[in-house]
């Protein structure tokens, strides 16, 4: 736009200035014109029309955009970035934005299971700049191209999701973004786009479908939580078993023992003479008799009884 507004006033400068000179130079010769005043206003009615012609045929293609250039209507040739000139009389420059473009739809489809579903879409593109002529020529502008990217992007969605049961999209809706992209990319070579990024924001069921997730969700993590108890049960009686094991190990291994004393204390026994054995016995019982006599006694008890006391006896005796 500046350089526009210098051009213009430049031009106007200098076609303002060479009338009044003209005029000037023609009142001083009495009013005849000069060679001189006529190149003036020669000069003076150039300008003029280069006023009208190029200020308005000057223009500018800004980054990130792509012109095309249509000579009475038609699309003829594409312009890059930068500051251009075309007959603004004939010429015409519609601009399109190259960079990424965004279409966000909401669509309702249908499971294979026939199970409503609501789905968000977000779908990212560029224009292809070598097909701008054929885009316009075709379709006009980005808003009739859009409406038609729209209709197929959603058809195909669509495709997508009556291919899978419910419950299938639920397990699997993170992979269901490049599922539609694969779908829908291969489709685009008659809108002249490059389809970018896909992706599924949000897909929603009914509320009938909805609590039957949500159930389901709640059931499995019940299951869950009792295959952990299962699971924690088995290891505590793992646990309790290997203790037991032990301790039952720990009695065996004693009970060994005893038995192994035992029978060395019965081989000794049996290598003892029958007077040592008397003796022995005689002297075990002395020493836990606590010296009250029972009331029943049988023969042998009476001579341990009676041989102890006479012990006893000639022990104090000796003693005094």
Do not use: C
Request: proline content about 2%; charged content about 20%.
């Amino acid at each position: 736009m500046g350089i526009k507004v210098l051009i213009a006033g430049v031009l106007l400068v200098l076609s303002i200035g060479g009338y009044v000179l003209a005029l000037t130079i023609t009142q001083r010769n009495a009013g005849h014109k000069s060679g001189l005043s006529r190149f003036l206003f020669a000069a003076a009615t150039i300008f003029l029309l280069l006023l009208v012609i190029v200020p308005g045929s000057i223009f500018s293609i800004s980054t990130g955009e792509v012109g095309v250039v249509k000579v009475f209507g038609e699309a003829k040739s594409i312009v890059s970035p930068g500051i251009h000139f075309e007959f603004w009389i004939s010429n015409t420059v519609e601009r399109y934005d190259i960079k990424t473009r965004q279409i966000n739809l909401t669509f309702e489809a249908y499971s294979k299971d026939a199970q409503t579903i609501t789905g968000i879409l977000a779908v990212q593109y560029q224009l292809m700049p070598d097909k701008l002529i054929e885009i316009n020529s075709q379709y006009g502008s980005i808003n009739a191209l859009e409406e038609k990217l729209r209709a197929n992007i959603i058809e195909r969605a669509k495709s997508v999701f009556s291919d899978k049961g419910a419950m299938v999209i639920v397990e699997g809706r993170s992979s269901l973004s490049g599922e539609i992209e694969q779908r829908i990319a291969p489709m685009m070579a008659p809108y002249y786009v490059t389809i970018t990024t896909v992706a599924l924001e949000d897909i929603a069921f009914n509320e009938a479908f909805e609590s039957a997730v949500e159930q389901k969700m709640v059931a499995e993590q019940e299951k869950l939580r009792a295959e952990y108890d299962k699971e924690k049960a088995i290891i505590k009686a793992e646990e309790s078993l290997a203790v037991a094991e032990r301790e039952a190990k720990a009695v065996i291994e004693k009970a060994q023992g005893d038995a192994e004393a035992l029978l060395i204390m019965q081989e000794a026994w049996s290598s003892l003479t029958p007077e040592v054995k008397e003796a022995m016995l005689t002297e075990m019982f002395y020493a836990k008799w606590n010296g009250v006599l029972p009331e029943v006694m049988a023969g042998d008890s009476i001579d341990l009884i009676l041989n102890g006391l006479s012990r006893s006896s000639s022990s104090s005796e000796a003693t005094g």
